[in-house]
């Protein structure tokens, strides 16, 4: 059957309605003709009937005329009156005949065509009697010529009018049968064109419910379809079946929610990369700072133990214990720094598989006994440049995944490919690069990971588990993400999960540094060369900016008050670059001390350090721009950043040369002769 | 002994084949005849005559003309009655008939109204009537000249005849002299085809018709208009009167007819009482008469019955309104009479 989904709209209702009016014409053409025929037919027969009456008449007319002429011929005696009756006879007879004829060329029934026979026999003979009279009676045989017509002649004619009478009696008694037939059969083919009337009229129905459903079924699943993208869902199941224009247009919406589908995906992803990114930042800002305070805590820790060395061992106790808490909570910045991917790489080249082969060892003895480690490595996978170590820890915790979603037991599959991605979203794929990667496939056969999860779990403390930390899915995304690679996840609640984890093969790994590099940044930790002069009286303080700046490439000279102070800086004067300043001293305070600097020097940078009570300062950073004032307890790193800042601008607005390579103002040659 | 019986059967049988000849001779002879219906009942009466003298009977059948032509070119008869002489259709038998006047008639135009009033017609208005222009016995056209009587409102019936027939030849050859449209549509013809009315055959069939049909017209010779009662037209001749036909009339139009190399059928009066459509009947035979295995006795005969017809036989033609041979015309006659050979011999030479 032809579907006639392939034909347009157009073409369908055009022909649709064409059969239609051709149905239409036909069955009102055949019916007319049908009415003009049977109408002819009884008009025919009306008028036949008619004709064969009036030639009944006819010939009753002859036969009486005959009569009358042969009934003068006997009477009169004049020859010329026998002439005129003659040819009376004559014209009578040729109207006999000629009526004869025309009602034998219309008659067509037996019984008709035996009383035709019956006169024409009748006529022959009268013709013979008429002949037999006039000769007897031209012979003057009178009385013989009587005896014939009456004896003979008479009877013929009324014969030949009871015949004519018989034939108009049959003519009209055989017309009202062939009328009433015909009127039967009008009837039945009225009957016959109302059943097809009816028939076509069905056929119209039928085919107007084609035509409807072919158009509206199409454009009624159009119409679901939009709803379905107007509310946001892209998985739309369309039954395309004709190349019709409702087939074009689902067609065309298929291809519209494809298209909406994909931009959809690559939006979550880049929503997820940068959602990701923001928490990387995140994580990596509240490590560094985190990681400080931890080296205050750390380090104030370490003081008190030295200077409790003399007392109780208490105080070692409880300084040990803080110890231990900041290692572990070193332990976990660095975690939130990998994830942030703060850690840096050390990149060399490496086959995964033995690194995998090397782990493996060590992870027979690590899980326990009723999970099964699968491996099935790719022999010819090449090898890339990857930090092992942290390479290492990303296999960990996948294995450590694998096992906690298996807590009845099970098996972990490792295998290793090489795959060719091609990712054709365009620029919207932030986070895919096309090109050739190597695949580290772990499996398990654990519970899976639902749906509506599967892009949480690597946000950094989503966790599913009551005691797990939520970093582990979380660092292994840094690091891949560090390689440059990626993460595919094909889980099924309650089946199981894959991880695939894609490092690319070529030597493109998105802000690593060569391992050189990376040790060569690692030991040059200056951030300057410059004379600070540091005026505190609280010993360990000073101590410790004094250590710090010295690991950071700065010269220090100290003082213990401010008279001291002064003296220091009085007899450097034009050598110290910046001063840190304590706010509450013995001997002369801060405020003292900074007027008298200001009085030799307005440009130097000074940094104000105060406790809880900031207020006791008498000078603001608002009138004088080279002066800050930084609150106690501050972090090392902070106050570093602020030296260094200080430092920068006082230059800036000195308009010191710039050297290139170490984006570092210099000032001279560094002469620096302590006189303390 | 045997075979003398054989010899004198065998001489019997020679003598009986001689002699058979000699016995049908004595023989009564019957002529045939078929063909114009026109003088009809002249040559029934004069036939009847002529075997009551003679002895020899004479069968003549009204056919047409045309068919009785037909008959005598396909030799099966003795001789044909027509009242035209150019015949369409039959040319191979121009020179081998000749054609004998016989009497002279009139067609005349009858119709049925009631009361049979005397139509006036001039040759337009039977042509117009005749062509279907004219359908209404009340048309103006005929109004205006019949003024003194009143015409029917009826539409008129044409009755023409069905058959190839020599009183058509007259009337359309009449008309066609008077008549620029039926010269145009019509011509000369033995039969009317394609023009509306009825069809009857022979003179008393359309007598019959017209006879028996209301508002009906049609055309015959004199006679059957007589016998029938049927009224007849009083026909415009060239003078531009109105003639009733009637023996006086045509007799009126034969007084100023000239001969012309040839005989013509119509007879055109010249003189101002004279009715236009008077017009020679014939009867037709074939020049050489030993045809279809004729002996000499039946072609005597038939010369014989022809001579007797336009000499003697012409006096039964004024009983039935028929205007016998004026003498020059009876001259040409016997001329043509003597045309007519058996084996060559010219057969009038051997009648008394």
Redesign the interface.
């Known amino acids: 059957m032809i579907n006639i989904r392939n034909l347009s709209v157009g073409t369908r209702l055009g022909v649709g309605f064409g059969v239609l009016v051709a149905t239409i014409l036909f069955v009102v053409v055949m019916a007319l003709m049908n009415m003009q025929f049977s109408i002819k037919r009884l008009s025919n027969i009306i008028e036949n009937n008619n004709r064969k009456v009036a030639y009944a008449n006819?010939i009753d007319?002859?036969v009486h005329i005959m009569n009358d002429a042969v009934n003068n011929i006997l009477q009169s005696r004049s020859?010329?009156q026998w002439?005129?009756?003659?040819?009376?006879l004559?014209?009578?007879?040729?109207?006999y005949?000629?009526a004869l004829s025309e009602i034998e060329k219309l008659e067509q029934n037996e019984k008709g065509e035996k009383i035709i026979y019956s006169l024409k026999t009748l006529s022959a003979y009268i013709k013979q009697q008429i002949t037999d009279i006039t000769i007897l009676h031209?012979e003057k045989r009178y009385a013989l010529a009587l005896k014939e017509y009456q004896h003979s002649y008479r009877p013929s004619i009324k014969h030949i009018q009871q015949l004519c009478q018989e034939l108009v009696a049959y003519q009209d008694e055989a017309s009202s049968v062939e009328y009433f037939n015909a009127l039967k059969k009008y009837k039945m083919t009225l009957y016959v064109f109302c059943v097809l009337a009816l028939c076509s009229f069905i056929f119209s129905i039928f085919t107007a419910i084609i035509l409807t459903r072919s158009i509206k079924k199409p454009l009624e699943q159009a119409v679901d379809a939009a709803k379905k993208l107007s509310e946001g869902d892209y998985h739309i199941t369309m039954d395309i079946k004709g190349n019709d224009e409702p087939g074009r247009l689902l067609m065309a919406m298929k291809e519209l929610a494809e298209k909406l589908k994909k931009a959809k995906e690559t939006e979550q992803q880049l929503y997820e990369s940068q959602k990701m990114e923001t928490l990387g930042r995140l994580a990596g800002g509240i490590a560094h700072d985190f990681n400080n305070m931890l080296s205050i805590i750390l380090g104030n820790t370490q003081l008190i133990k030295m200077n409790a060395s003399s007392f109780d061992e208490k105080t070692h106790k409880r300084c040990n214990a803080i110890e231990n808490a900041v290692a572990r909570a070193s332990g976990f910045v660095k975690q939130l720094l990998v994830f942030s991917k703060k850690q840096p790489l050390v990149l060399e080249k490496a086959n995964i598989n033995k690194a995998i082969t090397e782990l493996y060892k060590l992870l027979q003895k690590m899980i326990g006994e009723d999970i099964e480690i699968k491996l099935n490595l790719d022999p010819m996978l090449p090898e890339v440049n990857i930090d092992v170590t942290q390479f290492n820890q990303v296999l960990l915790n996948l294995i450590v995944n694998a096992r906690e979603s298996m807590p009845e037991g099970g098996t972990i599959t490792i295998w290793t490919h090489k795959e060719e991605v091609v990712v054709n979203n365009g620029n919207l794929g932030a986070n895919r690069i096309s090109g050739k990667y190597i695949v580290l496939s772990v499996k398990d056969t654990g519970i899976g990971i639902d749906r509506a999860i599967q892009d949480k779990i690597f946000e950094p403390f989503f966790t599913t588990k009551q005691n797990g930390t939520g970093l582990g899915l979380s660092v292994v995304y840094g690091i891949v993400k560090q390689h440059g690679g990626f993460i595919k996840l094909e889980s099924e609640k309650g089946k199981g999960s894959v991880f695939h984890i894609y490092i690319p093969c070529v030597d493109r790994i998105i802000e690593a540094k060569s391992k050189e590099e990376q040790q060569e940044s690692q030991g040059k930790n200056v951030l300057g060369t410059e004379n600070i002069l540091i005026i505190e009286d609280d010993e360990e303080i000073r101590n410790l900016i004094r250590e710090m700046l010295s690991t950071q490439g700065y010269n220090t000279i100290v003082a213990n008050d401010g008279l001291r102070g002064i003296e220091v800086f009085l007899k450097n004067k034009d050598d110290i670059d910046l001063v840190i300043l304590d706010c509450i001293m013995p001997k002369m305070n801060g405020n003292k001390v900074f007027a008298e600097i200001r009085m030799h020097r307005q440009d130097i940078p000074v940094i104000f350090l105060t406790g809880n009570n900031p207020e006791k300062i008498r000078y603001s950073p608002d009138d004088d721009k080279n002066m800050i004032i930084v609150q106690k307890p501050c972090s090392l790193e902070m106050l570093s950043t602020k030296i260094r800042e200080m430092l920068d601008s006082s230059y800036a607005f000195k308009k010191g040369p710039l050297d290139e390579n170490t984006k570092i103002y210099k000032k001279g040659p560094s002469v620096f002769n302590l006189r303390a | 002994m045997i075979g003398r019986y054989i010899k004198s059967i065998i001489y019997s049988f020679v003598l009986f084949l001689i002699f058979y000849p000699c016995l049908c001779f004595a023989k009564d002879i019957e002529l045939t005849g078929k063909g114009a219906t026109f003088p009809?009942?002249f040559y029934?009466?004069a036939f009847?005559h002529y075997q009551k003298h003679y002895k020899t009977k004479i069968n003549y059948v009204?056919v047409g003309s045309g068919e009785g032509l037909k008959a005598l070119s396909s030799k099966t008869i003795d001789f044909a009655g027509t009242d035209f002489i150019r015949v369409d259709g039959f040319p191979e038998n121009i020179n081998e008939l000749i054609y004998i006047p016989t009497c002279i008639g009139a067609v005349v135009v009858i119709y049925n109204l009631t009361d049979n009033p005397n139509v006036k017609f001039t040759p337009e208005i039977i042509s117009d009537i005749f062509l279907g222009k004219i359908t209404r016995w009340d048309d103006p056209k005929l109004r205006c000249i019949n003024k003194d009587i009143k015409l029917p409102e009826l539409p008129i019936t044409v009755v023409r005849r069905l058959d190839r027939s020599g009183t058509t030849y007259v009337f359309s050859e009449f008309l066609s002299r008077h008549s620029e449209m039926w010269r145009k549509n019509v011509g000369i013809k033995n039969i009317l085809t394609g023009l509306p009315g009825l069809e009857?055959?022979?003179n008393?069939?359309v007598?019959?018709?017209v006879?028996?049909k209301s508002g009906s017209i049609g055309y015959v010779e004199l006679?059957?208009a007589?016998?029938?009662r049927l009224p007849t037209g009083h026909i415009m001749n060239r003078s531009g009167r109105f003639i009733e036909p009637s023996v006086v009339s045509i007799k009126k139009a034969v007084e100023g007819y000239t001969q012309e190399k040839e005989l013509t059928t119509l007879i055109e009066a010249i003189n101002p009482d004279g009715y236009p459509i008077s017009c020679f009947t014939f009867i037709a035979v074939l020049r050489e008469q030993s045809y279809y295995g004729r002996d000499l006795q039946r072609a005597v005969e038939l010369v014989k019955m022809l001579k007797w017809l336009i000499g003697d036989g012409q006096q039964y033609g004024e009983?039935?309104h028929y205007v016998s041979l004026p003498s020059n015309i009876q001259e040409t006659a016997r001329k043509s009479l003597e045309q007519i050979t058996y084996k060559g011999n010219p057969l009038l030479l051997h009648i008394k």
């Open positions: 006819t007319h002859a020859s010329q002439d005129l009756e003659n040819i009376r004559l014209t009578a007879q040729a109207m005949d000629n031209f | 009809l009942p029934l009466k009847g009204g009857a055959k022979g008393p069939g007598a019959g018709l006879k028996q006679v059957y007589l016998a029938n009983a039935l």
